[in-house]
């Protein structure tokens, strides 16, 4: 970038920089919003995941069950009740 030579220079690169920040306010914010849409469409459940998914419920349940859907949930609840497990399975004295 050049220095400016005049007032009128200086006014029409102060023009042509917030045209640019303009525009790119408006790429960042549609990106923003795309970004979004991505990560609230949960990704399909592989054939492998599936697969592992039916024999932990067979295990489970001693027989073949047939799985009608499966999501995922975002929640700390499975986090939490392993450590309660963890945490009651050591002896404090």
């Given at each position: 970038m050049q220095e400016p030579a005049t007032n009128t220079d200086a006014l029409a690169l102060i023009a042509e920089m917030r045209a640019e920040i303009t525009a790119l306010t408006l790429r960042v914010n549609a990106l923003e919003l795309a970004a979004a849409k991505l990560a609230a469409?949960?990704?399909?459940?592989?054939?492998?995941?599936?697969?592992?998914?039916?024999?932990?419920?067979?295990?489970?349940?001693?027989?073949?069950?047939?799985?009608?859907?499966?999501?995922?949930?975002?929640?700390?609840?499975?986090?939490?009740?392993?450590?309660?497990?963890?945490h009651a399975s050591h002896h404090t004295h």
């Open positions: 469409t949960p990704a399909p459940v592989s054939e492998e995941d599936m697969v592992a998914i039916s024999a932990a419920v067979a295990a489970f349940l001693g027989v073949r069950a047939r799985i009608r859907q499966v999501r995922l949930v975002h929640s700390s609840a499975w986090a939490q009740v392993g450590r309660m497990g963890t």
